[in-house]
Structure formats: C-alpha cells, structure tokens
DNA sequence: GCCCAGGCACTCA
DNA sequence: TGAGTGCCTGGG
C-alpha cells in the first residue's frame, strides 16, 4: 500500500482488497452514506469523505496523521487480504466463489462502546432502522461535527439518558438494554487483554448481549477474527452449504467454524455473509 | 390488518 | 437444557 497527500485529502495508490462500497454494504457498520464508490462514514469522533477510482482511494478530509493514527488501522490495511482469500479460496469451493464475489471486503477496527450498542440495536431489526435509531441517538446525545452530523456518544455522554429519551430515538424494547449497558461498570477497553471467552462472557452479563452481538462486538472491535457471529443468514448458510441443509444449532455451527476456518472463521463470515445476502434469496 | 426483520430474555417442561 | 413465545417499529 502506498499513499500521498494531496491538498486536504490522503490518495490512496498501490491497495488491494479494498471495495468501499463492499466494505460499508456487508453490515458490519451503520454510520455511513453514499453509492456508487462515493461514501461519508462518521467513526472514531470524524467525519470522513471516501472517493474510489479504478486506480486510486481518496480520503477526505485528512491529514498525514489521521490516517496513519485512525484509518490505516479502522480500514485493516496492515492486513494480507491477499493471504488470507488465497487459503480461503483453497479450503472449499463456494468459498472461493464468495470471494471472487466480494474480495474487496475489509474488516473494520470500529470503536467498541459504538459497536456493541449499535449490534444490541441491530437484534431484530432491519439495516434502514438500525441506522436511523443510530443516527437518532447521536443527534440527540453525541458531540456536533458539522450542522449535520453528530458523533456518536461515549459512554459518559449516555450517563443521563432515560428510557424516555430512548423510546423517542425509536430504539423499543432495546431502550432498556441499552440502558443496562450504560449502567454497567465494564470498561471495555480494560478487557482488551483477556481471552476471547472470557471478553464474550463478560460482555454477556449486559442485558440484551446473547451470542451473535457479542461476537460481532468481538468481530469489529475487539480484532477477534477467529469468531464466527452466526444470525439468521449465515446460520441459513453455513447449513446449505456444509451441513447438506440439515437444521443444526448455533453450537454446532461455531464448533464447524473452528475446525474449519480456525483465526480466519471471521473473514469467512463476511465473505459468506455477503454471499448470502446477494446471491442466494 | 398481517407479517416479519442480521436476537434476546423469559417461561415452562 | 431446549423449545416456545413476545417484543418496538415501520415497510411490504
């Protein structure tokens, strides 16, 4: 990867593995906007600008450090994409389809506290919905970037928010769940340390955290790849493709990810994911 | 009006 | 330990 500055924005030459459209469309994150290889994402308290060309990525606004600090890491771009889909595609045939399909999916290093409010939003819920509750709730309790945009709130910024103030954000019966984790008195970088199970059991003392949104917090913001967040889609999936489909359960499905997929299970996930939702219906 | 969506908690056997 | 059921909300 190489990459330049140019007046206000950083351009982006030399990349692979890299579809902004792919990254921000295979539902790890919410806070974004755009079509067509031109997107505004809002992550790590900044408004950022993506433009992609055939032969270049530019980010806008953005300075040197931001983006060595923030985006080199949110993006994974100090990840071998190109390692990683070579024995993926060599383990199973579909698999390789998939990501002929969608190679250009990276996962992101999102914030944890954005992360794992917006999956307890996100349970039985649609994506249009899961954004707007989002959006809500950064507009009423986030930091102003712009007269359009707010950041979405830490922790400390949803230490007064009520029940109320969520059923107006049109969260529902997630409103006491989130509540649950605001008055919780984990600190969840303080967990960055520990295995994967004891992150997921700890965070699944919140009310509201069951196993897919704990593993898509492990996912997306702990860097735990080795998970396999298992929703309808890819439990739907994983059965048609490796369990002839026959009806299996969660555990069994995790258990299958392991063996098979091992510190890579989460990028198969994506890439399954993606599969999923586009090609199969 | 009915159904359902990227789950989860709760109840009851 | 596992199956069954209800849940805010809004779009089809």
Redesign the pocket.
């Known amino acids: 990867m190489k990459y330049k500055k140019v007046g206000n924005s950083i351009e982006m030459i030399e990349y692979d593995s890299f579809d902004i459209g792919q990254i921000l469309e295979?539902?790890?994150c919410f806070r974004f906007s755009g079509s067509d290889n031109n997107y505004s994402i809002i992550a790590h308290g900044k408004l950022l600008n993506i433009s992609q060309t055939n032969d270049k990525i530019i980010f806008y606004p953005c300075t040197i450090n931001e983006f060595e600090n923030i985006w080199i890491n949110y993006f994974d771009l100090n990840t071998d994409y190109l390692q990683i889909k070579k024995i993926l595609s060599h383990s199973d045939n579909i698999l390789a389809k998939a990501i002929k399909l969608c190679g250009g999916i990276r996962i992101l290093n999102q914030d944890k506290w954005e992360c794992l409010i917006s999956?307890i939003i996100?349970?039985?819920?649609?994506?249009?919905?899961i954004k707007k509750v989002i959006e809500n709730i950064s507009n009423m309790f986030g930091s102003k970037i712009n007269d359009q945009y707010y950041t979405f709130p830490t922790r400390s910024q949803l230490l007064n928010a009520t029940q109320e103030n969520l059923?107006n954000c049109?969260?529902?019966?997630?409103s006491k769940?989130i509540l649950d984790a605001i008055k919780s008195e984990i600190n969840l970088e303080n967990l960055s340390n520990l295995s994967t199970q004891d992150i997921k059991n700890t965070l699944?003392k919140?009310?509201?955290?069951?196993?897919?949104?704990?593993d898509?917090s492990l996912l997306f913001s702990f860097g735990r790849r080795e998970v396999y967040?298992t929703?309808?889609?890819i439990k739907r999936v994983t059965q048609e493709i490796y369990f002839n489909n026959k009806d299996v359960?969660i555990n069994q499905i995790h258990n299958f990810a392991k063996n098979k997929f091992g510190n890579l299970a989460g990028y198969s996930q994506q890439y399954l994911f993606h599969y999923a939702r586009n090609i199969k219906r």
């Not at 996100?122 to 919905?129: L, V, Y």
């Not at 049109?170 to 997630?174: H, L, P, S």
């Not at 955290?209 to 704990?214: E, F, I, T």
């Open positions: 295979c539902g790890q999956f996100s349970q039985n819920n649609r994506i249009p919905q059923q049109k969260a529902g019966f997630r769940y699944m919140i009310k509201g955290v069951g196993n897919k949104v704990a898509c967040p929703d309808v889609w359960s």
